[in-house]
């Protein structure tokens, strides 16, 4: 049986033609964001739409940038970007 996880309840595309037998599994409700500044660290669940990740990071006084680095950026501690 096909299926496919829907993260956030946007970006509908055509691959989400699965016919009448196949399951879309909505992860909405999974939106938790949990962001640790201390740490460099943040906890993102699959429903969470950028939004609650700005917000969250906003709070804790985190800076994100929705751009992705150029392709010739060094590496930051923790992951890219």
């Known amino acids: ?22 399951i879309v599994i909505n992860l909405r409700a999974l939106n938790g964001v949990v962001v640790d500044a201390d740490r460099g660290v943040a906890v993102i669940q699959g429903g969470a739409t950028v939004g609650e990740v700005m917000n969250a990071a906003g709070a804790a006084g985190v800076h994100v940038s929705a751009l992705a680095p150029p392709p010739d950026a060094e590496e930051a501690p923790g992951g890219r970007g």
């Open 1 to 22: 049986m096909p299926f496919v996880a829907q993260s956030g309840g946007h970006a509908w595309a055509d691959w989400f033609r699965l016919g009448s037998e196949g």
